[in-house]
């Protein structure tokens, strides 16, 4: 009789099980450490230097971080880019994560036919380009040739069209419902996942009580899938001040009107590479984005030490 594998790795010699941990551990991890460990750490680096005229590096410490949050030529950008990227991510936390999860839950009805049409047509625009999306919209709401304005008023609603990319009040919120629009099968297919591995004996249990679907939802599968709504939470967060793509294909670098849809993906783009009249600043733009890793690693640390205990401890 084979002796479990626990056993065996217990009695290997040390040089062999050293040379499996390399063997099978080493690619990985030499593929991580050059195009994501390394990466990181000299941004690190470089957001601690300046450059003069002549284009020598000096080193100046945390000098770039306080000409970032104090300077008015930089703060001023910065703190409005920051304050966007927190309306974006709370648009996706508000509409996207409770949309995703009432589909999730109208999916796992039992009885609902055309599930797999339903979460096709609902998971296809996540497929997309980026690219594509932002064209299509940026045609679908144009003031001069899209069709919004028609469809709008063919149902009686024309009066509440306007040029909401165009203006400097909507142009944030409309990009954020189209990323929406595209991302939300995401969290339909992680919480349809977990929904599905709930047991069949809590629910069928529920209904020998009497509950309907919407109270066997509510009480039983939404307490049971809270992880999984935390884990799309956190992954929303991290996605959405990780965002450029969008906003850079539909209103270009400068992230117009008049910055008003600047986050801190195209605010790092135009201070890195510089736009139009902007010279690239490569200190500063490594500072913009040592300060975005931060920012990340600070609410993925709140998660995990907060909320997921949390919910370790409801869940044991």
Known sequence: MAEPASQVVV?????????????????AVA???ALSIYPLLATMALSTYTTDQTGAYHFVGVGNFTTLFTDNDW??????????NIVFFAVHMAVQNPIGVALAGLLSLPGLKLKALYRTVIFLPTMLSVVIVGFAWNLILSPLWGVAEGALKSVGLGAWFAPWLGLPSTALITLALISVWQFVG??????????????????DAARVDGLGHLRIFLYIK????????????ILTFVGNFNAFDLIYSVKG?????????????????????????????PTMGAA???TMFFIILAGVSAYLVILQRRMNRYTF
């Open 222 to 233: 939404l307490p049971l899938v809270l992880p999984t709504i935390g884990l799309v939470s």
């Open 75 to 84: 703060s001023t950008p910065f703190w409005r880019a920051l304050r966007n």
């Open 186 to 203: 995401i969290p339909l297919m992680l919480i349809y996942a977990a929904l599905l591995n709930i047991p069949d004996e809590l629910i």
């Open 253 to 281: 670098a400068l992230a117009g009107p008049n910055f008003a849809s600047d986050i801190l993906g195209t605010f790092f783009y135009r201070t890195f590479f510089g736009q139009q009249l902007q010279l690239g600043n």
């Open 11 to 27: 009695f290997m010699p040390r040089a062999r099980f050293l040379g499996l941990m390399a063997l099978f551990l080493g690619p």
């Open 288 to 290: 913009v984005a040592t």
């Open 31 to 33: 593929v991580y450490t």
